[in-house]
């Protein structure tokens, strides 16, 4: 079993920038974040393959949040900037124990972080 743990969420002003980590205690296969603000279904953001070589984003962060992973530390990470109020959400990391690609759907990733909580202020 991989645990993965979250950090970096906090307040931030619209406009601003933060990164999140999510470190795994064990090998982990392809990688994502996903969000859900109150009252929302969770959502796919960000995602990487194993390699690192190939990422995927949703439409509304495209150019504004980037994914990146270091296989040494175990760790991935969420550089989001240009922030926005509707970014507002708890973070989930999440990792696929089989799957070198990416996918949208949540039932692709075995493992899940407790989540980190981003607020946006306008």
């Known amino acids: 079993q991989v645990q993965l743990v979250e950090s970096g969420g906090r307040l931030v002003q619209a406009g601003g920038s933060l990164r999140l980590s999510c470190a795994a205690s064990?090998?982990?296969?392809?990688m994502a974040w996903f969000r859900q603000a109150p009252g929302k279904e969770r959502e796919f953001v960000a995602g990487?393959?194993?390699?690192?070589?190939?990422?995927d984003y949703t439409d509304s962060v495209k150019g504004r949040f980037a994914i990146s992973r270091d296989n040494a530390k175990n760790t991935v990470y969420l550089q989001k900037s240009s922030l926005k109020p509707e970014d507002t959400a708890v973070y989930y990391c999440?990792?696929?124990?089989?799957?070198?690609?990416?996918?949208?759907?949540?039932?692709?990733?075995?493992?899940w972080g407790q989540g980190t909580r981003v607020t946006v202020s306008s």
């Open positions: 999440a990792a696929a124990a089989r799957y070198y690609t990416v996918s949208h759907d949540t039932g692709h990733y075995n493992y």
């Open positions: 990487i393959t194993w390699s690192g070589d190939t990422t």
């Open positions: 064990g090998r982990t296969y392809a």
